[in-house]
């Protein structure tokens, strides 16, 4: 995925759904996140890991990292969306979930109608390392609903990488086909 080139440095980056406006994906997402239906995070999830049985990709990821919400946006939806694909990778491939070791530090808005410079302007600090966490070299595979900028899995991965020869993998749900 070029979305992040010259941006941040990613091992890879994929996801398993192209999400576009009026598609079957952006209704089975708009559920996932505004419906309550966290079940479809693990659904998909799963689905995913049966085709990535079929690659190297993870073969070398020591922790996944599922980019956080903040607390108040996770008690007032009551989850977060990407915990159910971490926990299905997980269960898949017998990799590790970190919960404690990236945090949203600040509430900010939805971002779901911003374009990239607006996306962009905000603070990296919106993310960071909790500082009683272990912080030893690893390579993460960090996880999203969707991908459209990448603001957001940027952000995450440079306070990541900010660990001494770490390293990052990205997957996704899905891929916005919009460009910015």
Same mark, same amino acid.
């Given at each position: 995925?070029? $979305? ?8 890879? +980056? ?13 209704? /089975? ?11 479809? =995070?693990?659904?998909? !999830?799963?689905?995913? +890991?049966?085709?990535? @049985? ?11 990292? +599922? ?32 919960? $404690? ?6 509430? !900010? ?11 962009? $302007? %905000? @603070? ?12 030893? +070299? ?7 609903? /969707?991908?459209?900028?990448? =603001? %957001?899995?940027?952000?995450?991965? $440079? ?7 770490? @390293? ?8 916005? %086909?919009?460009?910015?």
């Amino acid at each position: 995925m070029g $979305k992040f080139y010259g941006r941040v440095k990613i091992e890879m +980056a994929c996801s398993f759904l192209y999400y576009k406006k009026g598609t079957a994906t952006q209704n /089975i997402l708009h559920n996932l996140k505004y419906n309550n239906h966290p079940e479809i =995070s693990y659904f998909l !999830g799963n689905l995913y +890991a049966q085709q990535l @049985k079929e690659t190297t990709i993870l073969d070398t990821v020591d922790e996944i990292i +599922a980019v956080p919400l903040h607390k108040s946006k996770q008690r007032k939806r009551g989850y977060n969306q990407v915990e159910g694909f971490a926990k299905a990778l997980a269960d898949n491939f017998h990799i590790p979930i970190n919960e $404690k070791l990236l945090i949203k530090s600040k509430r !900010g808005k939805s971002q779901a109608k911003k374009g990239l410079f607006d996306r962009l $302007k %905000t @603070k990296e600090a919106e993310f960071v390392l909790c500082p009683k966490a272990d912080k030893q +070299a690893k390579h993460f595979l960090l996880l999203d609903d /969707i991908l459209t900028t990448g =603001s %957001t899995l940027e952000k995450c991965a $440079k306070q990541l990488l900010n660990i001494p020869h770490s @390293k990052v993998t990205i997957l996704c749900l899905a891929m916005s %086909t919009k460009s910015f």
